[in-house]
């Protein structure tokens, strides 16, 4: 610490940031701070540059979480700011891959809007069940080939029930809902690993309406994670300067 810096004792640095004096004592530990100084009698002492790391850490925190935050510090404090800078990087490459994911739920389910409004009437089913269509029928309802329903059912993405005795593959109504969301997805050439969650995500959710409340929030959820992250990024741009 330079001599013309200003000395600030634990307290100092607890009250700039709203924490406690031992948690200031954790975070020197845990490498978030730069090592602190040390009077004879064993006491630490901070300084201005201590201050500015704790206010970067804290600003860092909302949208990277405390995890990653953490590791960023410790990252440039160790003197390896292409680290800390690359965990940064992954950060926002995640929370792309999650803005993908949600684009894919919206668009599906403006598909299914379109198609329930559109869409001829279902034949009359003949497997077991009520509501259950063989594979031929739902192909043809959906407007695919059946090889395509195959394949998306090793995929993992349908799981048709199968008839008792036959074995022959029967579709129920959520059945039928799904191949039409993959079709549509697959029409805007989303991947596999792209439709697995938002089908996840109806079926968690339990029908379109619901799914459309929980992908609003979810984008809300993503805006506010956004700014977060800017003003997080803000500031640890102005401590490495």
Do not use: C, K
């Not at 389910?109 to 069940?129: I, M, N, R, Y």
């Not at 090793?154 to 074995?167: I, M």
């Not at 991947?191 to 799914?211: H, N, T, Y």
């Not at 003003?231 to 640890?236: F, S, T």
Request: proline share 4%; aromatic share 4%.
């Amino acid at each position: 610490m330079s001599n013309r810096e200003r000395r600030l004792r634990t307290v100092d640095l607890a009250r700039a940031a709203g924490l406690s004096t031992q948690q200031v004592r954790n975070y020197e530990d845990a490498g978030v701070l730069p090592p602190a100084g040390r009077t004879d009698a064993g006491y630490r002492v901070f300084g201005e540059r201590h201050r500015d790391a704790l206010l970067a850490y804290r600003a860092l925190q909302p949208g990277y979480g405390a995890v990653t935050a953490t590791r960023v510090m410790r990252a440039v404090h160790d003197g390896d700011v292409a680290g800390a800078l690359a965990l940064v990087d992954a950060a926002h490459a995640a929370l792309h891959e999650e803005r993908v994911s949600l684009r894919a739920a919206g668009e599906a389910l403006e598909a299914l809007a379109g198609q329930e409004a559109t869409a001829a009437p279902a034949p009359a089913p003949s497997g077991d069940g009520p509501h259950e269509l063989r594979i031929g029928e739902v192909a043809a309802l959906v407007g695919v080939r059946t090889s395509a329903l195959r394949v998306w059912e090793e995929a993992g993405l349908l799981a048709p029930g199968r008839e008792h005795g036959t074995g022959y593959r029967v579709y129920g109504p959520a059945d039928v809902r799904d191949a039409r969301v993959v079709r549509a997805l697959r029409r805007s050439h989303h991947l596999f690993e792209q439709i697995r969650p938002v089908l996840e995500d109806l079926r968690r959710a339990g029908s379109s309406d619901a799914l459309r409340a929980a992908v609003e929030a979810r984008g809300r959820a993503l805006t506010a994670r956004t700014r977060s992250m800017l003003a997080g990024a803000g500031a640890l741009h102005a401590y490495l300067e």
